[in-house]
């Protein structure tokens, strides 16, 4: 819908593929789940393949522009390029799009079962290797619980998974894992952050332990 407000007012529509292209969800850019081709795009994080690059991609109409009009602050580099390169050809060579699509629709799959077990897990949404686990005080009304996911991510870490909080109301955990997780690795990752809900649903984990890292 956006896409057809934009074209009928001539507006651009760009995209910002900086943390959701280059594979992650399934597809080498995010809107090619969608009947959608934007005007402009833009790449960086795993662009660099970890070293600091990001790209502005469009039409050259859009960009074939005066000088300083559009600059931006990691871009155009020697190495970090060379490793950009690298990392385009890493992602196509290991057929690493197509596994993330395979193993992050297995991995939606087993975090969806969490369901089953915690009332706290209100929802679990996600494309690939990008997955939120949504945590909820209830789950009929949807009051966000952002104190049990700081919890969750705080004893995560100490049973071995790194996992984030995000959302509008911190409740939401971010699973982003690499692309060339595997099945077996999925397996052992949700079994850990199961073990995680279940300790904070337990009451294991104090308010004390976590206030240190309050807004992280």
């Known amino acids: 819908m956006l896409a057809d407000v934009c074209r009928r007012h001539d507006i651009y529509l760009v995209v910002d593929d900086v943390k959701v292209g280059m594979g992650r969800t399934g597809e080498m850019f995010s809107f090619q789940h969608f009947d959608v081709t934007p005007d402009v795009v833009t790449l960086g994080k795993s662009l660099g393949g970890g070293l600091p690059l990001s790209a502005v991609v469009a039409r050259q109409e859009i960009l074939d522009v005066g000088p300083a009009l559009a600059l931006f602050t ?3 580099n020697a190495l970090s390029c060379a490793a950009g390169l690298a990392t385009i050809q890493a992602i196509e060579q290991d057929g690493l799009v197509e596994n993330a ?3 992050g629709i297995y991995l939606n799959d087993r975090l969806r079962d ?12 996600g494309l690939g290797m990008i997955q939120g686990v949504e945590l909820v005080r209830d789950r009929e009304t949807k009051e966000p619980a952002p104190s049990a996911a700081a919890k969750v991510v705080y004893r995560a870490f100490e049973l ?3 996992i984030f909080y ?3 109301f911190s409740n939401v955990l971010e699973i982003t894992p690499p692309l060339i ?6 397996d052992e990752g949700v079994a850990i952050l199961d073990q995680a809900i279940s300790d904070v649903e337990a009451g294991k984990v104090s308010d004390e332990v976590v206030a240190p890292y309050a807004g992280w």
């Open 74 to 76: 990691t871009a155009g």
């Open 160 to 162: 071995g998974l790194l």
């Open 101 to 103: 699509r395979v193993v």
């Open 181 to 186: 997780l595997t099945q077996a690795e999925a």
């Open 166 to 168: 995000v959302g509008m």
């Open 114 to 125: 969490l369901m089953d077990r915690h009332p706290l897990v209100g929802d679990v949404r």
